[in-house]
């Protein structure tokens, strides 16, 4: 009996996550990816900075806004839903009709902040953190070319 209560409440459970995602207005998905493409940007704007020499480098306020991008990394890409294509968002209609290519960058943009962090971490020298930044850099620019207005 345990067993079949635990297996109802999980379908429950399940069935009610699916309904809820199935029920975001488009707008609100605009809204939110925008709002967590705001926070990359405070993040990436003085690691940028430091990266290209045109703010002093300072390893701990690195570490910092990379500890942030890094933490959301992961969070804008769900606000990519049917219907969020249109309204007041500057998404490319390539992000539907191209996903497979989407998706990809996104994991690469991850996996590039990933490796921000491993280096902050690992007590990298500053070289390898400009470095480091700059790949998270060239991540943001390669899907923006393909995939923003």
């Known amino acids: 009996m345990r067993v079949l209560s635990k297996a109802i409440l999980a379908g429950t459970v399940l069935a009610m996550a699916m309904g809820a995602a199935q029920a975001v207005d488009p707008d609100d998905a605009i809204d939110y990816r925008k709002g967590v493409?705001?926070?990359?940007v405070w993040n990436m704007g003085p690691m940028g900075a430091m990266a290209s020499g045109d703010?002093?480098?300072d390893r701990d306020v690195l570490a910092m806004h990379a500890e942030q991008l890094n933490r959301v990394a992961d969070?804008?890409?769900q606000g990519y839903?049917?219907?969020?294509d249109l309204g007041?968002?500057?998404a490319l209609p390539a992000v539907?009709?191209?996903?497979?290519r989407f998706d990809q960058l996104a994991e690469e943009f991850q996996q590039a902040t990933a490796n921000l962090m491993t280096a902050v971490e690992s007590g990298a020298g500053e070289r390898e953190l400009r470095g480091a930044v700059g790949a998270v850099g060239r991540s943001c620019r390669t899907c923006h070319d393909d995939f923003r207005q």
Not at 37 to 40: C, E, I
Not at 81 to 84: E, H, L, R, Y
Not at 96 to 100: E, G
């Open 81 to 84: 839903v049917d219907g969020s």
């Open 75 to 77: 969070m804008p890409w």
């Open 37 to 40: 493409f705001q926070v990359f």
């Open 88 to 90: 007041n968002t500057g």
């Open 55 to 57: 703010r002093p480098f």
């Open 96 to 100: 539907w009709t191209n996903r497979a």
